[in-house]
């Protein structure tokens, strides 16, 4: 159980162009989400909490402008690179954990996004 | 922030066993995770720990102190599939996930 979904794998995409990323929970209910983004060789960084119904709460120097979230249902978070330029090409990954379990429950990663601007 | 620190590199042999050190400083304290990370993909959870002492799951184990901000995750048996970057994350008292830089693991026949 708990199978978190990310589509698509990967994407090339022309420098000024927009991008959405969709990331679903396929066999629970999450109220939140969480976007990361991930440099080669480095770790893993928390871009945005996704909070169903309301807005999303960006981390600190992430414009929440460029990077948009939706998370229209209790399975759905989108994320739309607006404007895109060839600086965010980076590997993208949102995750999820089953609400009633938030407190001891792991975070469940989609297999990521591959996002290369050229 | 977060702070959270994991050393860079190691390297160990083929049967043989590594522990990876990670030390944190938050801002409240939910639990500890490690995951496991293989190049190009997503991480997968390995443990996790929120109260002082050891979980054991197979080859795999995990330590926690939470008064000296200290875990280490033990790998056993090593094999050639466990190289790998291995992840230490602190989820803070806003149930948030911060991530260490991760350790490269590789393994030496």
């Known amino acids: 159980g708990a199978v978190v979904s990310q589509h698509p794998s990967w994407v090339i995409c022309k420098s000024g162009t927009s991008v959405k990323i969709e990331c679903r929970s396929l066999d629970f209910q999450a109220t939140t989400m969480f976007w990361y983004r991930q440099f080669p060789k480095q770790s893993l960084m928390l871009m945005a909490t996704s909070n169903e119904g309301s807005k999303a709460t960006y981390e600190q120097g992430v414009e929440k402008d460029k990077f948009l979230i939706n998370h229209a249902s209790l399975t759905l978070s989108t994320l739309t690179v607006t404007s895109a330029h060839p600086e965010d090409s980076s590997f993208y990954i949102c995750s999820a954990s089953p609400e009633r379990s938030l407190g001891n429950s792991p975070l469940h990663f989609g297999n990521g996004t591959r996002l290369t601007v050229t | 922030g977060q702070n959270i620190d994991q050393p860079t590199e190691m390297t160990a042999t083929e049967g043989a066993i590594v522990q990876i050190n990670c030390t944190y400083q938050?801002?409240?304290?939910?639990?500890l995770f490690w995951y496991q990370q293989h190049a190009g993909e997503a991480p997968t959870f390995l443990s996790y720990?929120?109260?002082?002492g050891l979980e054991e799951k197979g080859r795999f184990s995990s330590f926690l102190s939470r008064s000296k901000g200290y875990s280490y995750l033990l790998l056993k048996e090593l094999q050639m599939k466990d190289s790998a970057s291995y992840l230490c994350?602190?989820?803070?008292?806003?149930?948030?996930?911060?991530f260490g830089a991760g350790t490269t693991v590789t393994v030496r026949a």
């Open positions: 994350a602190v989820r803070d008292g806003d149930y948030k996930l911060s």
């Open positions: 720990n929120v109260l002082d």
């Open positions: 938050t801002s409240g304290f939910n639990g």
